[in-house]
């Protein structure tokens, strides 16, 4: 007499038979069919009889939850008018590919989210220089045509709008590893979904107009 | 059933050890969160940190091991602890060293940092090893504190300089004007 119940699949349920004196009863006058159907009724009880499986399984979701925000793909609001015209600046959702932290994958032209380095917010931005590029350190307009080269390990971003802008103008060059991600995607204040393309192209490549 | 025989057993075998195998697997993501943001044990390589950390680095090869403590790891920083912070240099590598200026501080710079004095700026923190060879903010300039990942708490390994790590108990680094206490 095995000490497991088969059920119709073939697989058994061990795990449920040893629940107690309740199920030792179910596990009497059982036939294939039964089985699944008593397996059935074991689970549907399974996590308010025993609520260490109930803490067990939360922590285990949430776990994986994050696991997929924090190295996948992370949906977020974000506001503010420095990213004008590509971002609106209210109601605005957008979704980070955490593929692309640390830099990685990064080119000159992508937008994306990163570690403020003077404060605790994330900010998104317009990545136009990575290590050993030439970047101008002010706005084109101002006195200054100072130029820097952005250091090993670093990347300087400024937004689509610059007079509205906090960016590399202001706190220098970012290193790469506050980066958060890229952001891939945005649903317009009236959820209308849209790639977020990198908008430089070489010379010989149609432009998007 | 009575005639299931050789198939159903190995069918029966597949389908226990799936079971436990996802069973177990499942685990991974609390394991992996557990990792990353509250506490992780990690070896100690190259002589940056001598002789505080690695102190048999002229002896052997053999590594310290260490426990890194990641809750709330840039809250409460204070001049001398150790901490683990991704290189400014290079996003894969996490470096350990000692905190030396917080914000604000006017710190006496060592070679080959260009310029003798330097304000931390806002949000920033300056580091520096306590051996000969180290690439620190004497190198690479104030760090962001938000590129900090963890406090190193306890030395694990070897066992004569096993236990918590008295960071306070380390010279204060002269050349260093505070900006607040």
Redesign the interface.
Known sequence: MPPFR?SA????F?RFASTGAGSVGRQGGAS?GGGGGGGREARDTIFLHRPLRLIIFT??YL??T??FL?YGFWPSPASGPSMLPTFEVMGEWVLVSKWHR??RGVSVGDVVAY??????EVGVKRVIGLPGDYVLVNSPESASDAMIQV????CWVIGDNLPASRDSRLFGPV?????RGKIIARAKPNWDFQWVRNPLRSPDQPSDA | ?AT?GGA?RR??FF??FT?YLIGYA??L??L??FN?SVAQITFISGPSMYPFLNAEYHESRRQDLCLVYKLYARKDLVRGMLVTF???????KITVKRVVGLEGDVVRTRAPYPYEYVQV????VWVEGDGDRSKDSNY?GP??A??ITGKITHILSPWKRAGRVKWWEHPERPGVQKARA
Request: glycine share 10%; aromatic share 12%; no cysteine.
């Open positions: 088969i699949f073939g697989q058994p061990r294939a922590t285990k776990a994986f994050h696991l924090e640390l830099g570690n403020i380095p003077i404060n605790d250091p090993q390990g670093h290193p790469l590893a506050l980066i | 059933m299931w159903g069918l029966r389908g226990q079971h499942t685990w993501p609390p992996i969160w990353t991704r290189n400014p240099d290079d996003p894969y700026p806002e949000g920033h690479y760090i962001s938000r590129l």
